[in-house]
């Protein structure tokens, strides 16, 4: 589905509603309907004056058309309001120290506020630390100078492009949705996202893996991430209920960008699936480890690594190169490329169509020249 984002913007000191989107005629074409719209070429923004009549405006201009994103706008909503609740008493109770400066209170009441999930939070917190000490200056007197200056520093010191947006949205998180600032840090240079294609393996590579796996547990598991294409901390928190065998559909809760989403479920892995929950039956989560806890992230990776290679796979098989594969393969079977973005919970067309470039479809009708002779 289409979608905009909106965000609070200052341009020459007027609060305005800043509108950000991927160029598309359609979402073009209703901008260029709004009254008092202007384009920020230094900031590639659209962008009106924050007032009800333009939010008004807005919603009912683009209602039916495409999603509003307003999770950076209206700043106390919740990420998502099936998160657990978030505690964070680890890091308040935490013994304070002359050597290493922590995030304030105030941004652990935030996190917890707006119910983001345990993993984002401890990211963000871990950045915004690292930041804190980099510049070791009260946080009043911190401007885009400094900021800009510790990103040029990751840059410097090779650090990687995730760990560098990772040190920004931690930072912008402290000054627009803690202290309930307006952007200003516009002119943050975040890292050009790199066009590596994804790795993928053969269909014959997959069902090998899924038949050296003896251990039912660990083929349900290697069938569940291939079959779906869920992501590996999407299977962590899958629960029993998750599973739909009415409507072969399994539910993905709080996934990323904290979004709820379906996905489809294989007769197949259906059938697996029932053997293992009567041999081993989880109680909550689908699969769980020692004392009905989650299962951990590095046991997974352990299992699907083993299977790729008892298969004689020609790369290290990962539960995000099952995901990779589960698009090609759709795609190459012919499924339109929007129901496969829906299922892998892609917010742009964009990311998803970067599997036609490793979709073998395409090149088997390409007649090499070579046998042309």
Same mark, same amino acid.
């Given at each position: ?30 901008? /260029? @309907?709004?009254? $008092?719209?202007?384009?920020? *070429?230094?900031?590639?923004?659209? &962008?009106?004056? %924050? !007032? ?48 290493? /400066? @922590?995030?304030? $209170?105030?941004?652990?009441? *935030?996190?917890?506020?707006?119910? &983001?999930?345990? %993993? !984002? ?253």
């Amino acid at each position: 589905m289409k979608h905009i984002k909106l965000r609070h913007f200052k341009i020459n000191q007027e609060a305005s509603i800043g509108i950000q989107f991927y160029p598309d005629k359609v979402i073009q074409a209703l901008i /260029k @309907q709004l009254n $008092n719209i202007k384009w920020s *070429k230094e900031h590639q923004i659209a &962008y009106v004056p %924050n !007032t009800k009549f333009n939010l008004d405006q807005i919603f009912n201009l683009f209602k039916g058309v495409a999603w509003v994103d307003t999770s950076l706008f209206f700043k106390h909503q919740l990420i998502n309001d099936e998160n657990p609740f978030l505690n964070l008493d680890a890091y308040r109770i935490r013994p304070k120290t002359n050597q290493w /400066k @922590q995030v304030p $209170n105030s941004y652990l009441d *935030k996190l917890t506020l707006k119910r &983001y999930s345990k %993993n !984002t939070a401890k990211s963000y917190i871990n950045a915004f630390e690292l930041f804190l000490n980099f510049i070791n200056i009260p946080l009043d007197q911190v401007n885009e100078l400094q900021i800009n200056n510790y990103i040029k520093y990751l840059i410097k010191n090779n650090k990687s492009d995730s760990t560098i947006n990772l040190a920004i949205n931690s930072i912008k998180f402290y000054f627009e949705i803690v202290l309930d600032l307006p952007n200003q840090f516009y002119k943050i240079d975040r890292p050009r996202k790199k066009e590596n294609l994804p790795k993928v393996v053969s269909k014959e590579i997959v069902v090998n893996m899924i038949s050296v796996t003896d251990n039912l547990k660990h083929k349900a598991l290697i069938m569940l991430l291939y079959s779906s294409g869920i992501r590996r901390i999407e299977l962590i928190n899958l629960l029993v209920k998750d599973i739909d065998s009415d409507r072969m559909l399994i539910r993905i809760v709080n996934a990323k960008g904290g979004k709820t989403r379906y996905t489809i479920l294989s007769e197949k892995a259906l059938t697996v699936l029932r053997a293992y929950y009567k041999e081993y039956k989880p109680q909550k989560y689908l699969f769980e480890g020692q004392k009905n806890n989650q299962y951990s992230a590095e046991s997974i990776l352990k299992i699907v690594k083993k299977a790729g290679k008892l298969s004689k796979a020609n790369i290290t098989v990962t539960p995000h190169i099952l995901r990779h594969s589960f698009a090609t393969h759709l795609l190459e079977n012919g499924t339109d490329l929007r129901y496969i973005q829906q299922l892998l919970g892609h917010n742009s067309s964009k990311t998803t169509e970067i599997y036609t470039h490793v979709a073998n479809h395409y090149f088997k009708k390409i007649k090499n020249p070579l046998d042309t002779f």
